[in-house]
Every structure is written in structure tokens, then in C-alpha cells.
């Protein structure tokens, strides 16, 4: 749990290290990274387990902390759900 928050913290900075992170915490160059495509939710399998899929041919970033952030963003989104938590 504390390498968790040392992430997140590293990747949003303090003032985000307590609140969920959104779509307006990501700046142009993480969204554009989110853009390309390169970690993508997708769906369920037969035992509705949440797939995430990494297509490394669709990297695109200014630097590494642009996907990485980008990258966090969409596990989280996949985690909110009930679903993913069970």
C-alpha cells in the first residue's frame, strides 16, 4: 500500500495523492499518450475478470512519465468498478 501512494505521488504530486485521479489531472501530453491506445480495458472474460491489454506497437509518449501516468489512469478507472473489485 505505501509503494502504491509513493507512486501516485511521484506520478500527481502530493495535493492528488488523496483524491481519485481524473481525466483533468492528466496534462495534454499524458492525453495524448491515453489517446494512442497503448493500455486499453478490454472487457471481461467467461469468468468476468476485467482484461487489460498492453499493444506496445501503439506507444506514444513525450516521456516515459506520460504513459506511465496515462497507464495508472486507466487501472484505476478499471478498478472503480464492482465488478473489477470482486
Not at 495523492?17 to 501530453?29: N, P, Q, S
Not at 506514444?60 to 489512469?73: D, G, I, K, T
Amino acid at each position: 500500500m505505501i509503494r502504491f501512494f509513493e507512486m501516485k505521488q511521484q506520478l500527481f504530486g502530493t495535493e492528488r495523492l488523496v483524491k481519485d485521479i481524473t481525466i483533468e489531472d492528466l496534462d495534454d501530453d499524458d492525453r495524448e499518450s491515453l489517446k494512442a491506445g497503448f493500455v486499453q480495458l478490454a472487457g471481461r472474460d467467461t469468468s468476468s475478470r476485467q482484461i487489460i491489454v498492453q499493444v506496445p506497437g501503439l506507444r506514444n509518449f513525450r516521456n516515459f512519465q506520460n504513459e506511465l501516468r496515462a497507464s495508472f489512469y486507466t487501472i484505476m478507472q478499471a478498478l472503480r468498478s464492482e465488478k473489477t473489485q470482486l
